[in-house]
């Protein structure tokens, strides 16, 4: 099936993937070539490695190419951000640049979007992944399903994916600082398929999403689409009252019908023990959301361009 009156962007956030850079390239235009009419925006996320370099010199010789350099490394979803903003086509296609994301699966995405679907997700029906990255995923996903609001999205479904111009466009309305673009897509509520995949291994270079970055991700979708955080004062607060009233029942019977002496101390011990680990684990929440405010109204850009190439004639 061809596509000759359509244009796909295909936005691929780069932190030092100078290796993998023109392999994919390579794959995705012997893939694309006959196919459909193509752009591939690579998001430079402040790499410290020769990545934007070799960009640079795909852009001189492929005008399909276009590239956004970022000042520095503001993270994977606002790379993808940068360049979906940037992205012409009618359909938009975001995956890494490690080559785990098979590029031949786009063939098949623009299939399903072709039969309907305005959103079509890879999952991963295998993947060769460490084992503690692995299992904490789908621990992470299986709560993220549980406490969430609305149903985010099937187990083991990252940023691979295809969403047509009328989600981009809803998209694009919506400003947040906090990005999580996996629950953001899903928000919508369009109409989705599904394409399952082996995951194959990284091939060149050290993954750029650290534990750090996993877990700022995980809480991204968890403080922005479930209000359970703030609920967990309630249940935890109910746990300690009913602590409480147990112990003070238990010693209360103690002193009265066993005539033990329990000084003062005691009694408020077990309180203040309670109250203080309630009250530090409700500040937490608490903070974890004002800061969340504080980022909104601070009004700064989720990126910043250094530069770009073959923009302009986007």
Request: proline fraction near 3%; aromatic fraction near 12%; glycine fraction near 8%.
């Amino acid at each position: 099936m061809n596509y000759p009156n359509s244009l796909l962007s295909i936005v691929i956030p780069v932190f030092n993937e100078e290796e993998n850079i023109p392999v994919l390239y390579g794959k995705l235009s012997d893939i694309l070539r006959d196919v459909v009419n193509f752009e591939i925006i690579f998001v430079n996320d402040g790499s410290r490695d020769n990545s934007q370099q070799v960009i640079g010199k795909l852009v001189e010789n492929d005008r399909r190419i276009k590239f956004v350099n970022l000042t520095r490394n503001f993270g994977h979803q606002a790379a993808i951000t940068a360049g979906m903003n940037f992205a012409s086509g009618n359909m938009t296609v975001t995956m890494d640049c490690d080559l785990q994301d098979p590029p031949e699966l786009i063939v098949e995405m623009m299939k399903k979007h072709a039969e309907g679907a305005r959103v079509v997700y890879a999952r991963r029906k295998k993947r060769e992944d460490s084992f503690f990255k692995k299992y904490s995923a789908k621990l992470y996903y299986s709560i993220l399903k549980k406490v969430s609001k609305m149903p985010i999205m099937e187990e083991n479904i990252g940023d691979f994916r295809l969403i047509d111009r009328k989600v981009m466009d809803e998209l694009k309305k919506m400003n947040e600082k906090s990005i999580y673009l996996r629950g953001m897509i899903a928000w919508l509520g369009f109409n989705y398929a599904i394409i399952d995949y082996d995951r194959p291994l990284r091939k060149h270079g050290n993954s750029g999403f650290s534990l750090v970055k996993m877990v700022g991700l995980a809480m991204d979708g968890i403080l922005g689409f479930s209000l359970l955080p703030l609920r967990l004062g309630f249940f935890i607060g109910l746990i300690c009252i009913l602590a409480g009233l147990f112990f003070l029942g238990y010693i209360s019977y103690d002193a009265i019908f066993n005539h033990v002496d329990y000084p003062l101390y005691k009694w408020l011990t077990i309180a203040l023990v309670l109250l203080v680990g309630f009250m530090f684990i409700l500040l937490w929440v608490m903070a974890e959301y004002i800061g969340r405010i504080f980022d909104e109204t601070k009004g700064r850009p989720v990126y910043v361009i250094d530069s770009t190439g073959n923009i302009d004639e986007a």
